[in-house]
């Protein structure tokens, strides 16, 4: 297919109550609709649509709506543009020279993909695989003012049809408002929090308490670069989601060493083995040998700057 034209459509939409979580009280919904004319091998000219999903301010993460926006207009559209032959499979590949601005990327790459899944005459949950024509449905709900509000507001989803609550949570209310709702609608009920980076480490103690009951799992307690070691995770029965934000793949690696193992690949230690007589030494990792030239390489750096100090250069004091 071939990318003829991209128009972005700017939408604020009111939500039906105030959605508060640890960083932020929405009343409005800001996004943007990306609007996507491509034309097809026969020649037919097919629409497709997609939705970018970022805040309008860059609370949770560095890609804000409408910087999100600017990339997508200066950056994302000419370097589709230049595609003879485009595809929804295709567009993450041609834009590897923009770095990061994830959403602003998938925003466009969903509008593709909508407008390739229509000229096949194709579903969505076809291409994706799908087995079932129904799921089950959660409801992410906000912080409330009180317990009792965040009973209500629950009551209200399940009574809908809800099957699964996601409860938003922050410092001075988690506790009481996990342990009323499990006291309010039983242990059956399937049940997570959501932190939204609004702990530290300082508070694991605290969160700890949370394992009496019973969640499917604890999302984001903390912000990028906060993660704790994997005996300090394991002390929790619940599961913890350490992912956070995972935007590149090395970057998912080193967290998943950090969480031990429990979420992207798993990474197992070598077992270290004795040498036999003659046998020569394995040859070490780059990464090994890398850090032993920068510890060298500072050792030298320090060692000279001693003797520097140690010396009087007349180039270093005014002349008489």
């Known amino acids: 297919m071939k990318l003829l034209g991209l128009r972005l459509h700017h939408l604020e939409i009111p939500l039906v109550s105030p959605f508060t979580t640890s960083f932020m009280t929405q009343t409005h919904k800001r996004c943007f609709l990306v609007e996507a004319q491509l034309e097809t091998d026969a020649g037919d000219v097919i629409t497709g649509w997609g939705e970018n999903v970022a805040l309008d301010r860059p609370y949770y993460s560095a890609e804000y709506l409408d910087g999100s926006a600017d990339v997508v207009e200066r ?4 370097l589709l543009f230049d595609m003879e032959h485009l595809t929804a499979e295709t567009v993450f590949h041609h834009l590897r020279k923009v770095i990061g601005n994830p959403m602003a990327k998938a925003s466009v790459e969903m509008a593709i993909l909508d407008a390739q899944l229509r000229a096949e005459n194709r579903s969505f949950a076809s291409y994706l695989g799908a087995v079932s024509s129904t799921v089950p449905s959660g409801v992410s709900v906000g912080i409330q003012d009180s317990v009792t509000e965040t009973l209500g507001v629950i009551g209200g989803y399940l009574e809908q049809g809800y099957a699964r609550i996601k ?3 922050q410092p001075g209310a ?3 408002h996990v342990a009323a709702v499990r006291r309010e609608f039983g242990d059956d009920l399937l049940f997570q929090v ?3 980076a609004a702990y530290t480490l300082v508070d694991a103690a605290h969160l700890r308490r949370l394992d009496d009951y019973g969640l499917l799992l604890i999302e984001q307690p903390l912000g990028e670069g906060r993660h704790p070691s994997a005996r300090a995770a394991r002390r929790s029965d619940d599961h913890a989601d350490l992912s956070g934000r995972i935007d590149r793949v090395g970057r ?3 967290r998943c060493d950090l969480s031990g193992g429990d979420i992207g690949d798993q990474h197992q230690a070598r077992p270290r083995r ?3 007589r003659g046998e020569a030494h394995p ?3 780059a990464g090994a040998r890398h850090r032993r030239l920068v510890r060298r390489h500072a050792r030298d750096r320090h060692r000279k700057g001693r003797e520097c100090r140690t010396r009087r250069s ?3 004091h005014a002349p008489r």
Not at 75 to 78: D, E, H, N, S
């Open 75 to 78: 950056w994302i559209a000419p």
């Open 274 to 276: 004795r040498l036999s």
């Open 314 to 316: 007349p180039r270093l």
């Open 283 to 285: 040859r070490p990792r």
């Open 194 to 196: 959501d932190a939204n």
């Open 174 to 176: 988690d506790i009481a």
């Open 252 to 254: 998912g690696r080193r």
């Open 167 to 169: 409860l938003k949570i």
